[in-house]
């Protein structure tokens, strides 16, 4: 189970997206969860709001894995399900992630296109633009 350092190192990620991403967080999972981040890809330094999130069956939270060029989603692993989407920007220093379940998300603003899969296997989201 992945585990975060609750001693923060003083640093400062705003790429100023979080408000144009999230529109309307309606519900989220409390408390978040600390994001497993051994399949990101090596130099990959921070997980941009918008970012889709995945679960094992395992209960394990990672970002939706990308294509092998790191441009667009790739598959969904097996014994995974979408689970909901990254609400804020994390370090993957310190993945400690926030997880919008229900609201709006501005789709035109998220890291990378979300598919229509992803769209169906989140109800609760209203995919906005």
């Given at each position: ?14 790429d100023?997206?979080?408000?144009i ?10 408390g978040g ?7 990101v890809?090596s130099?990959?330094t ?12 395992k209960g394990v939270?990672?970002?939706m894995?990308?294509?092998s ?5 790739g598959s ?25 379940t ?6 035109k ?12 296997a989140?109800?609760?989201i209203?995919?906005?633009?």
């Amino acid at each position: 189970m992945p585990q975060a350092n609750l001693i923060r190192e003083q640093y400062e990620i705003e790429d100023g997206l979080e408000s144009i991403v999230i529109v309307n967080c309606l519900g989220d999972i409390p408390g978040g969860r600390t994001l497993d981040v051994t399949g990101v890809a090596s130099g990959t330094t921070v997980i941009k709001s918008g970012h889709i999130l995945i679960a094992s069956n395992k209960g394990v939270v990672k970002p939706m894995p990308l294509n092998s060029g790191g441009t667009a989603y790739g598959s969904l692993p097996a014994n995974h399900s979408y689970l909901g989407v990254l609400k804020a920007t994390v370090s993957v220093k310190d993945p400690r992630a926030a997880i919008l379940t229900m609201g709006q998300v501005n789709q035109k603003a998220c890291p990378y296109t979300v598919t229509d899969a992803m769209k169906s296997a989140l109800p609760n989201i209203q995919w906005l633009y």
